[in-house]
């Protein structure tokens, strides 16, 4: 090989390799450079005492019974006033934890949600519920990953809820968020998920 071939073969090699640097160097800026955060156009916060508040999740309630529960409105009312998924045992008392989602413009009531720890690390997802105006905007989705954080906040490592297998566009949204379906059973979908 003469010493013109020699040059053009280094030549080459440190144009592929500096190449090959600057490409690394792209990829791993584009990987690990911060993620824009999308100003969120809704609040999400823990239910209180407000009559405005409660008078919203019971309307929803009645107006969506059927897909959110097999229980009597009555039934519902009290374990939303005594916050409890089982209102049979008074030591349950104030550990369903209900959240409320509204517009942060209009401060219009989006949906809600309500969530109990069943084991030390599995909760559930007993309620979600979005008003029929504001489907389709990925807002159950929202409140599922607001749950996810919410377990992981209380030491949990599982998640799990029930659906009814006619509820496809919830399916969707649960399966989207990373439920895993584990058994159909009487008419529900039974979902499960790793934190």
């Known amino acids: 090989m ?13 144009l ?5 640097t600057i490409g690394s160097g792209i990829s ?31 309307q929803l309630f009645k107006d969506e019974i059927y897909a959110l529960t097999t229980a009597d409105y009555d039934d519902v009312h009290a374990k939303l006033m005594r916050r409890s998924y089982n209102i049979n045992d008074p030591s349950k008392d104030g550990t369903l ?15 809600f949600l309500a969530i109990h720890r069943m084991t030390f690390y599995k909760g559930k997802i007993l309620f ?3 008003k029929p105006e504001f489907r389709g905007k990925r807002y159950a989705g929202e ?26 566009a919830g399916q969707k949204a649960y399966e989207r968020e990373g439920f895993k379906k584990y ?12 934190l």
């Open 2 to 14: 003469n010493n013109n071939s020699q040059y053009n073969l280094i030549k080459k090699s440190l």
């Open 16 to 20: 592929i390799a500096t190449m090959v």
């Open 28 to 58: 791993y800026w584009y990987i690990k450079k911060p993620k824009l955060e999308v100003e969120k156009t809704y609040v999400i916060y823990p239910l209180a005492n407000d009559q405005r508040d409660i008078d919203d999740i019971l």
């Open 97 to 111: 934890l209900f959240y409320v989602m509204r517009d942060k413009k209009t401060d219009a009531f989006i949906g």
């Open 128 to 130: 979600l519920a979005v």
């Open 143 to 168: 409140l599922v990953k607001f749950a996810f954080d919410t377990f992981r906040e209380m030491g949990m490592i599982k998640a799990m809820l029930t659906t009814r297998v006619d509820n496809v």
């Open 183 to 194: 058994q159909v059973y009487d008419g529900f979908v039974y979902y499960e998920v790793y």
